[in-house]
């Protein structure tokens, strides 16, 4: 028996003789001034023994033992912050024993998990399968959505670290996904006009090139076909990856992401579906006032590598340069923000749901795909050196130039307003290096 319930049950069975005492021994019928004082310590200790029984054989919610760890209205000591920690990282401890541990099982250290616990906990906790309640915390709902992601591991073999059914593993792997696709999408959101503005500075400062807004580049995540996937397209071939489309800043955070496309896609035809072309081309982005270069005025725009199309908006390398030339230069420039891309595709890689064909239908493919790039996003919010991995070659990841390039020549594609841009800056990239 529990040592609570022990304590429990013998402070009852005092309790009650302590109650046949006073029903053999009524207090009135004793004038002795020691009877008088013994009764109404016996009634105090009675009263203080129900409520103090009450409270044992009931367990404090977890809730309610974090509110009783201060007043209300004060400030939390750094004792409080420890046993808050412990209170939501001991259900996992056998998972992953020490904060250290974390790292390499959640792929996020233990203070951002504690964090992104208490953000999610309301939205995880409150919703179950329809009359199959699970009865877990926040913790080990979180915990076993993210051991999906950060390690690939199938339900079967989570669930038996866990301690759970396999239903369940799937259920919280989904519904992390499903809570983190629909209510924290703002985690990656198109900067706005003033956001900008700082980023094409430290571009600016890495590269030299004025009034860039970020990079762009596809990559593909294999999926293992099912009789149940459906493609994002009415097309009867069906293809074993996910093209993604995926914008960053110098900083390898993504500014923009679109996934469910046909991996056989290439890369502009994506481009020229998404809404993000739309709203470029239709002025509702990239459309603060230009700067001048060399009498050119130059409008915000991406840097983008040779599986595109030269736009207005869209700056990818010379083909055929001179060596020493300044177009060789504007290519150097753009090879260093393509590293930057690059290195955030490798580290959605490592994610070891994604490093692998995925076994889901195409829709919790696609989920998972956007899941691993919000916590991204938040391992980088947060400063969690989780977030990047750092590789000797990324060109292994350089899908989109390599394999889906156009095969049309750069004349049939570059209007005249991109070319002179290109060549602008160009000129200005040299002045820097």
Request: hydrophobic content about 40%; overall charge negative.
């Amino acid at each position: 028996m529990e040592s609570k319930k022990l304590a429990a049950l013998l402070s009852s069975l005092v309790s009650e003789l302590l109650v046949l005492v006073l029903l053999l021994f009524p207090s009135d019928s004793y004038s002795s001034n020691s009877h008088g004082i013994l009764f109404p310590i016996i009634r105090h200790y009675l009263s203080s023994q129900e409520l103090a029984t009450s409270l044992s054989l009931f367990p404090i919610s977890k809730k309610r033992k974090r509110a009783q760890l201060r007043e209300a209205g004060s400030e939390p000591t750094h004792e409080d912050r420890d046993l808050e920690r412990g209170s939501r990282l001991g259900e996992l401890s056998r998972v992953a024993p020490n904060p250290d541990s974390f790292k390499t099982t959640f792929r996020m250290r233990s203070s951002t998990f504690e964090w992104l616990s208490g953000l999610l906990e309301p939205l995880l906790e409150c919703r179950d399968p329809i009359g199959t309640p699970i009865n877990l915390s926040s913790e080990l709902r979180l915990g076993i959505g993210l051991f999906r992601l950060a390690t690939g591991s199938s339900y079967t073999e989570i669930a038996g670290r866990f301690g759970v059914t396999e239903s369940v593993t799937r259920f919280c792997a989904k519904q992390l996904c499903r809570v983190l696709c629909t209510n924290f999408r703002f985690w990656i959101a198109f900067p706005t006009s003033t956001e900008l503005e700082l980023v094409s500075k430290d571009i600016e400062g890495l590269t030299g090139l004025p009034n860039c807004c970020g990079v762009i580049d596809c990559t593909r995540f294999n999926i293992v076909k099912r009789n149940d996937c459906k493609l994002a397209s009415d097309d009867e071939v069906q293809d074993d990856s996910i093209a993604v489309q995926i914008v960053v800043d110098s900083s390898s955070r993504i500014l923009s992401i679109v996934a469910g496309f046909r991996g056989d896609k290439n890369d502009s035809r994506i481009l020229k579906s998404t809404t993000l072309c739309h709203d470029i081309e239709g002025r509702r982005l990239l459309n603060a006032t230009p700067v001048i270069v060399n009498g050119v005025a130059i409008d915000q725009y991406l840097i983008g590598d040779g599986g595109y199309p030269l736009l207005p908006w869209l700056m990818v390398p010379f083909v055929d340069v001179v060596p020493g030339s300044c177009e060789e230069k504007f290519n150097a420039a753009n090879n260093l923000m393509h590293v930057f891309v690059l290195r955030t595709i490798a580290s959605l890689k490592n994610w070891g749901v994604l490093n692998k064909p995925v076994e889901e239908e195409f829709k919790t493919a696609v989920a998972f795909i956007g899941a691993c790039s919000i916590l991204h996003n938040v391992l980088l919010m947060r400063e969690d050196d989780s977030a990047l991995i750092d590789v000797e070659d990324y060109s292994l990841y350089d899908q989109g130039s390599q394999f889906y390039k156009d095969a049309m020549t750069e004349e049939n594609l570059t209007e005249k307003k991109a070319s002179d841009t290109r060549r602008a800056l160009a000129t200005r990239v040299t002045e820097f290096s």
